[in-house]
């Protein structure tokens, strides 16, 4: 009815104005304050959830003890909570919807199922009136009827939605995140706040995760700790290494590096009741050989001092350049994170000759600079070149490296002449004419990078 008609019949009525979007938001709270019980948990649309405990039971005595501490959580929380616990999702989900719920087992869970009614199919109206009428009003008539007939009429999906409801069939649930191949946790019956026993903690699990990877010769690359508060409130707190790791003193140095480098710090608030770390990334990694020579830890210092600086500045902080597929010298080369391993089937730097010049400068203006210059003959190198208010005068010069321009990338791009130039001083430049003698417009000239 109306809300009018509502508040003439019931004039202490309270009416709120409806706010999904701020109800969506309160069950991604709790949702994530529940994967303390499981990894794979998702959403049930519109107001539920969904857990695969598959493996999880055991943490709290099993499932009794798990379904009570899921009870007093949500109580906790201020909420009002139907569940039930079935062999599959989709009668998990009918028992606690239309049913009084509960813990089931498979003895109890198909004559609990059989006596639900047809709406638990959650089928449209028309197709729910239909088994109405035709006096099919419990699972149960429908159970003991075959199977061809009904997919005959009411079409070939409903007998398996049958069979998944009754827990014949199961199809496992989609998890709002894909759970980590390797996770451990420490759930306590005491909180803690202190920084000295949340390291601890923190250390027992590292110990515990590098055991797992040694056994299955993996390395994480990847290392999350989430610090479940008893209020509900989660914190995820995760750094990366450039290459597989399971060092115990390089993994906590990286969380302390972390932790002290958060802008907002890590806040216990009344304590924390569960820590979990997981592995979302692993690789494999076997034993090194160490050479007769002694351990060479040249690029093992360079990953761990990347690893440290990334957890500290974050990823975007810490880049390094990665070579392209391109004879263009601005499109040769591109900056990526440093702790990201280098992409498949990528161009390998060029060779160079120890003993000749560098053919590029390490210095590059972007975009290049213009110059005035004066040269002896219309292709050659200038003799001399103002920059920057500066005359050059040029005493050694070398080119041309002729480079064409990309003319896929766009057709108007022109040829360009480079020369590797010194002046009476000294100091050397990387110049280029863009455009050849006889075109339309004239040929300009650029400096393009400085030698050190």
């Known amino acids: ?118 709406a638990a199919l959650e089928l449209p109206a028309r197709e729910e009136e239909a088994l109405r009428r035709a006096g099919l009003k419990r699972l149960a008539d429908l159970d003991d009827r075959p199977r061809a007939p009904l997919a005959a009429r009411f079409g070939k999906d ?113 304590g924390f009741d569960q820590v979990r770390l997981a592995v979302p990334w692993t690789e494999e990694l076997a034993d090194r050989q160490t050479r007769l020579s002694g351990p060479d830890d040249l690029d093992e210092a360079l990953d761990q001092l990347i690893d440290r600086l990334t957890a500290r500045l974050g990823p975007d902080a810490v880049l390094r350049f990665e070579a392209c597929g391109s004879h263009m010298p601005e499109r040769s080369a591109r900056m990526r994170p440093a702790i990201l391993p280098p992409r498949e089937g990528q161009n390998d730097w060029p060779a160079l000759d120890p003993d000749s010049p560098p053919l590029r400068p390490l210095q590059m203006f972007d975009p290049p600079q213009p110059v005035e210059t004066l040269a002896e003959v219309p292709d050659g190198y200038p003799l001399r070149f103002r920059w920057r208010r500066v005359l050059h005068e040029v005493k050694r010069a070398e080119g041309p490296e002729r480079i064409g321009g990309e003319w896929w990338r766009a057709p108007d791009q022109r040829t360009r002449d480079y020369y590797r130039i010194e002046d009476q001083n000294g100091r050397r430049f990387w110049i280029f004419r863009q455009g050849l003698y006889g075109e339309t417009p004239e040929p300009r000239w650029y400096i393009h990078g400085l030698f050190a």
């Open 158 to 270: 409903f007998p398996a939605r049958l069979a998944r409801l009754l827990g014949d069939e199961d199809i496992r649930i989609t998890p709002h995140r894909a759970p980590a191949p390797v996770y451990f946790d420490r759930i306590f019956f005491e909180l803690i706040a202190n920084p000295e026993d949340i390291e601890a903690v923190l250390a027992e699990l590292v110990d515990q995760t590098a055991a797992h990877l040694t056994l299955s010769r993996e390395g994480g690359r990847q290392f999350v700790a989430s610090f479940y508060r008893v209020d509900g409130h989660v914190r995820h707190i995760g750094v990366q290494t450039g290459h597989p790791s399971r060092d115990r003193d390089s993994i906590l140095r990286l969380f302390r590096e972390k932790m002290a480098a958060l802008s907002h710090p890590l806040d216990p608030g009344f």
């Open 1 to 118: 009815m109306t809300l009018a008609d509502a508040q003439a019949r019931c004039p202490s009525l309270r009416s709120v104005p409806s706010q999904p979007h701020l109800d969506a938001e309160w069950l991604d709270a709790v949702l994530e304050d529940f994967t303390r019980f499981t990894p794979m948990i998702a959403l049930d649309a519109p107001h539920g959830l969904m857990l695969d405990i598959t493996g999880c039971a055991h943490l709290f005595g099993g499932e009794e003890g798990l379904s009570k501490a899921v009870v007093q959580r949500a109580h906790r929380g201020g909420l009002r909570l139907r569940w039930a616990l079935a062999s599959t999702a989709q009668a998990a989900r009918a028992l606690s919807r239309f049913g009084s719920g509960g813990l089931f087992t498979e003895q109890t869970q198909r004559a609990a199922l059989r006596l639900l009614p047809v």
